[in-house]
């Protein structure tokens, strides 16, 4: 079955940088569109960012410029490069694969990963 298993969330202060890896398996990853998405306690999941099989990268637009999506198709792994940290930006943070439908919407990612914790200290 499918798997998809973040990590490298934690702690870190304003201004620094984390770098989050999806580890996928049991799906041809390099035919897959990867997303990421966040959800903050008592908000709804929110589009972050998405990698199409062609390494093509759409970002939402308060990350952009901080924010890097990359893809390893021989390692199957997706990551999500985050620089310059903002108070806005703790979350659980999930990668999704994506199957049809709006490259926003959660609806359209069938399978998600269980979620990393970024938090970031003032």
């Known amino acids: 079955q499918v798997q998809l298993v973040e990590s490298g969330g934690g702690l870190v202060q304003a201004g620094g940088s984390l770098r989050l890896s999806c580890a996928a398996s049991?799906?041809?990853?390099?035919?897959?569109?990867m997303g990421w998405f966040r959800q903050a306690p008592g908000k709804e999941r929110e589009f972050v960012s998405v990698?199409?099989?062609?390494?093509?990268?759409y970002d939402t637009d308060s990350v952009k410029g901080r924010f890097t999506t990359s893809r390893d198709n021989a390692k199957n792994t997706v990551y999500l490069q985050m620089n310059s940290l903002k108070p806005d930006d703790p979350a659980v943070y999930y990668c999704a694969a994506f199957t049809s439908g709006s490259l926003y919407s959660t609806n359209s990612y069938d399978y998600w990963g269980q979620g990393t914790q970024v938090t970031v200290s003032s």
């Open positions: 990698i199409m099989q062609s390494f093509s990268t």
């Open positions: 049991g799906l041809t990853f390099s035919s897959y569109v």
